[in-house]
């Protein structure tokens, strides 16, 4: 377990290192980041220019939402999405052998290997405005309202983690399927906003199929303070179910790997 | 000449079409994105639509489904991602390749956009359709704006090809345009008419639209096949159509010009 984390630090440390010779890229990193938090701001005052709630969200509740929005993006552009991408690459080039003779768990390695360190600059900026949002709410912060909401981005990441490793282990079986990370993408974007403003199709498939609810709205539910233990109870069943799905599914795709000339 | 540049098209269409038709799932997959993206706000404006009690500026669920599916195909025709492109062909120095050749190579794009836009109307016209009866959007127009809409829809989508072009030399000066790029987009979603129908913005928004080439490109032929303007409203938006385009055929010629010369690249 120690051994695992250690590991995972040093790959940071690389990234880290990697990135201080571009510095300059931090802080155009860091002005496109506020950029899109200024697009998702406008569309709230817009928006808030014609109603006092949406869909029983105040704009209060809203910003942190976007907060949360913000955060997760980061967090997985920062690991999630690099290492997958590389892991990718590797089964395509046949390159990942080299990762397998390692003495280390492969499905550990492939996840945390590639980390983005700029994104660090957007995490910033989802933190500052759920802090903001909080400030503006007004009410006391307990520690079961922490605790909750620390509970919910923790299953909502571990819940991304799963689904981003399901889609990425399909290249095991189709070699060319890099794109379907584009839906993911895409379908993120519908997180900007409560899934309950959608319709019922569409909020079945951002809970279900692209677990965008557990991951964005499911939190800042828990930051308003009107999070439902049943909602949290369902989140924790998802999390441990795609945990499982996702480690059958790794060693399933793991055993077709049959590298290539390399 | 012109019997030239014909059998050119008809020569890049059949290559272009056999690229395209090699990366089916992968085109198809970013099609979905870019469908998704108008449903989002048509999402959040009948929801507060709803709230308000039906209609928020005139407009019901009905009228912001119409609305937005309308902008769904808009979107489609005035799509582009040559400023992208040329970021990168420029960077790399591939730009040299197509320099030698005896035709200026804005005519390889427009091929390029055109069957891309004429051959994932495979997707998008079965997701229209669906989307229609997953919407239920509410017309009260004439026969006569619907027919008038395809003329303004191929407009928006040549003054935004055009303009999305001009926007692409930017990278002949700055290694940075994915800056200039992304404050394109941005001022586009909120001037076009993506973010919420102009009428609903803040007025000194609406003032700012009205001066800006982007609601020529989205709101002018929304609202056109949406029957919400009447003759002289129609006859301006034709013209200033026009207008712009010509206006970045200009911009866009004077930049190219400009801009091979500053161009420089070794190896290749």
Known sequence: MFRHLSLALHYFRLGLATEMEYRMNFFIQLITACINLAVSLGGLEIIFSHTQTLNGWTHTELLALIGVYFLMSALIHTIIQPSLQKFMEDVRGGTLDFLLLKPVEPQWLVSVRQVQVMQLANVLLGAVVITVALMRMGTAITIAHTAAFLLALTLGLIIVYCFWLMLATLVFWFLKIDNILVIFESLYEAGRWPVGIYPAWLKFILTFVVPVAFVVTVPAEALAGRLSPQTLGIGVLLAVAMLVLSRWFWRRGLRRYEGASA | M???????????????????????????????????????????????????????????????????????????????????????????????????????????????????????????????????????????????????????????????????WALAMAAFWTNRTAAVNQAWFVAMFFFSGQAAPLSLLPPWMQDVAFYLPFRWMYSFPIELCLGRLDTRKILHGFGTQALWILGFLIIMNFAWRSGIKRYSASGG
């Open chain 2, 2 to 164: 012109l019997a030239n540049l014909v059998q050119f098209y008809l020569a890049r269409f059949r290559i272009n079409l056999a690229v395209q038709f090699q990366y089916r799932v992968a085109m198809g997959i970013w099609m979905l994105g870019l469908i998704l993206e108008p449903l989002v706000y048509l999402c959040v404006w009948t929801s507060v639509a709803k709230t308000q009690g039906g209609t928020v500026g005139g407009f019901g669920p009905g009228d912001f489904a119409a609305y937005y599916l309308i902008m769904l195909l808009v979107h489609h025709a005035c799509l582009i991602w040559h400023m992208f492109e040329y970021d990168f062909i420029i960077r790399q120095g591939i730009l040299s390749n197509r320099l030698l050749r005896p035709i200026h190579p804005i005519h390889g794009d427009i091929s390029e956009n055109i069957t891309y836009k004429v051959f994932m109307l495979v997707i998008l016209l079965p997701a229209f359709g669906l989307l229609w009866y997953l919407f239920k959007p509410e017309f009260h127009t004439t026969v006569g704006a619907v027919a008038l809409f395809p003329f303004a829809l191929l407009m928006a989508g040549a003054l935004a090809f055009f303009a999305g």
